[in-house]
């Protein structure tokens, strides 16, 4: 097995404030790895898929990002009881147009292309619920990223290579690309899929941070 990237090294970790087991309500491995690699101590329960559903009115990036991040832990705290959650969603915007994961290769070299020689933010939204006092926050962390112009040889190299598959923007910052550029010491972290800054900040003051759940999401 490889050595953990750089950016998966040191990675700031705090206690789970209820003390509840801890439970990853995504499926996916960036988020895992950056927990794990984090020293946490979790579970791995996916939302189901319908939790990521669209909506007929216009939303921001970041709006996206939290309802999403937000309807995630929803979903499984209905049938996951007596546990601490942390859902997430990520996308890229740039130039005003959302970006999620690709559908398919093509989408992914639209990405790209629409991308290349030009900055754009990354937003997370991250939800944590305890379910055992019905309490939760909702926040919403930004990056931005400054991307090369591309050339038609690593446009196709990349998406030759299948790295594109499930990743906002139909890229990973985590491959290694140097083509890919951080702003402002900003959080790379962030931009892999997780804020683990913000989200030990956030642990050290969720009872203060949290509001009771609507009964109306149970």
Not at 25 to 53: H, I, K, M, T
Not at 170 to 177: E, L, M, R, S
Request: net charge negative.
């Amino acid at each position: 097995m490889s050595d953990p990237l750089p950016l998966m090294k040191d990675l700031p970790r705090a206690k789970i404030p209820t003390g509840e087991p801890f439970v990853l309500a995504s499926g996916s491995p960036r988020r895992a790895e950056l927990l794990r690699q984090a020293g946490y101590e979790f579970e791995v329960c996916p939302a189901a898929d319908f939790a990521e559903c669209p909506v007929d009115f216009p939303e921001t990036a970041s709006e996206m990002v939290a309802r999403l991040a937000f309807q995630k832990a929803v979903e499984v705290a209905r049938r996951r009881k007596g546990c601490f959650l942390l859902a997430a969603d990520t996308l890229a915007d740039c130039q005003g147009k959302i970006l999620g994961k690709p559908t398919d290769r093509q989408h992914a070299e639209d990405m790209l292309r629409l991308l290349s020689g030009s900055e754009h933010d990354v937003y997370t939204g991250v939800c944590l619920w305890s379910t055992g006092t019905d309490r939760c926050y909702l926040d919403v962390v930004r990056s931005r990223l400054k991307m090369d112009s591309l050339s038609e040889e690593t446009i196709e190299q990349y998406l030759a290579g299948g790295r594109w598959e499930g990743k906002a923007g139909g890229f990973g910052y985590q491959d290694g690309n140097d083509w890919i550029h951080v702003v402002e010491n900003d959080s790379e972290s962030n931009i892999v899929g997780l804020p683990m800054e913000r989200l030990a900040e956030l642990l050290e003051k969720f009872d203060s941070l949290a509001d009771k759940v609507y009964k109306s999401v149970r």
